[in-house]
């Protein structure tokens, strides 16, 4: 059975810096992504990284996100740095074999609350 496991998430003050983790477990998958809603706002994806290490961003983070992957430890990061408040929300991991425009993911994990106060 697969299971993903977020953490880090809290509350931090604007410029501020934060590091999200995701564990999978009961499988491998060559792509892992991290998705955010925003209260009132659809959810958007904000990064993600295939097993060879190759990456995308959403425009609106560039240069501020990092996102990393352990496969040894079948593990997924993003570093946040220079935090502002229109980063606030749920961050969710993901995992595929490939990524989808739709957001349509083998599986979710429970997500984790981001709050940035201004």
């Known amino acids: 059975q697969v299971q993903l496991v977020e953490s880090g998430g809290g509350l931090v003050q604007a410029g501020g810096s934060l590091r999200l983790s995701c564990v999978a477990s009961?499988?491998?998958?060559?792509?892992m992504v991290w998705y955010r809603q925003a209260p009132g706002k659809q959810r958007e994806l904000v990064a993600g990284?295939?097993?060879?290490?190759?990456?995308r961003y959403a425009d609106s983070v560039k240069g501020r996100f990092t996102i990393s992957r352990d496969n040894a430890k079948n593990t997924v990061y993003l570093r946040m740095n220079s935090l502002k408040p229109e980063d606030t929300g749920v961050y969710s991991c993901?995992?595929?074999?490939?990524?989808?425009?739709?957001?349509?993911?083998?599986?979710w994990g429970q997500g984790t609350q981001v709050t940035v106060s201004s």
């Open positions: 993901a995992v595929g074999r490939y990524y989808s425009t739709s957001g349509s993911y083998d599986f």
């Open positions: 990284i295939t097993a060879g290490g190759t990456t």
């Open positions: 009961g499988s491998t998958f060559n792509v």
